[in-house]
């Protein structure tokens, strides 16, 4: 599919490391590989976006990386020409572009679309919200939002074109999962009877959960990704500070350095369970269609656990009872930093049941077009429309 918009600039602001630079990496990769635009990615820490994409060099202020430009935003930014200026700007996840920019978009190419791309909702006002006008005062451009989301009336998620088939095929070959583990030099993974990756903010109750895998009759391998919650692992288990696994009874633990996304992509498909954090490591996990639990991003008095129980409603709207109130469970009890050990026997007896109604749900989300599909459609219409400055 060739686009009429041609180019296109995404700004990321980088928050809490690694979700937005996350979301819009895989954004910009996209455009540029099935809808071929000429992206550019303006990122205000370009260091934290190396963790996730060893290509980039944090010193290069202007390089190309999978086809996609990737530029320093600085303060100010660099002096642009008038033709590097493109048709569509997406101002992603709650960051502010500078008001000299589009002072100037607007000057050197006033037809040009600005999308406000939001964070990732389930609950039920986003679809009153989703393709809504922001009239901008004293800027003769035209503003939408754009909401990610799990239904047809929002921009749906984020999907590569053979992501889903490329997953499948991986999670069916013990040879071409054995061959994954060892270039990890985790060989050994493939030799235990649950692997788990978990990628979580803190949990105050874990330490009762890894005394119970110790002293399981089945083993465990759990893989977790450096961060605050592999920090807080050193501490429990001394050994994690000098060493990068440890081995304790029947559970072993692996810190794993940040991978490339399509490694962790494969991560996901790889593990039994996947416990996941923020917005972009939970949709690739729908993807893996593995039993996973949503350890959705903290927010003040409490207001994150409202998006939670959106999504959990959703989520689990066909699942059959006894596994509907076991990831209830599981998911209210992981947000709330409770014991998981209680229910951690269920999931275990349950994770082929899950993951099987996980599949069913992945299936009804797949027949919604993929977010950067339904973005370019949206701003090609947008763009065909005429032109109100009002």
Known sequence: MTSMLRRCDIFCSVIDNFGDIGICWRLARQLVAEHQLDVTLWVDDLKSFARICPEVQPAVLTQRIAGVWVRFWSQPLPQLSPQEYPKLVIEALACTIPRTYLELLAQHQPEALWLNLEYLSAEDW?????GLASPQQGLSLNKYFFFP???EQTGALL?????????DAFAGSTAAQQQFWTELGLSH???????????????????????QLCTAQT??????????????LKTLWPELATHTSAQRGALRIDILPFMPQPQYDYLLAACDINFVRGEDSVIRAHWAAKAFIWQIYRQQEQAHQVKLEAFLSLYLAAAPEPLKALLLALHRRWDNELPLAELWPLLLENKDKIALYNQQWRSFLMTHEDLASNLVRFAENKCKMPRNFS
């Open 159 to 167: 999907r590569e074109r053979d992501l889903v088939q490329r997953l």
């Open 189 to 211: 993974v493939i030799d235990f009877d649950t692997k788990v990756s978990l990628f979580a903010y803190g949990q105050a109750s874990i330490e009762s959960w890894l005394a």
């Open 149 to 151: 989301g799990f239904t």
């Open 219 to 232: 083993s465990t391998a759990l893989l977790v990704p450096e961060g605050v919650l592999a920090n807080q």
């Open 126 to 130: 986003v679809h009153g919200c989703h």
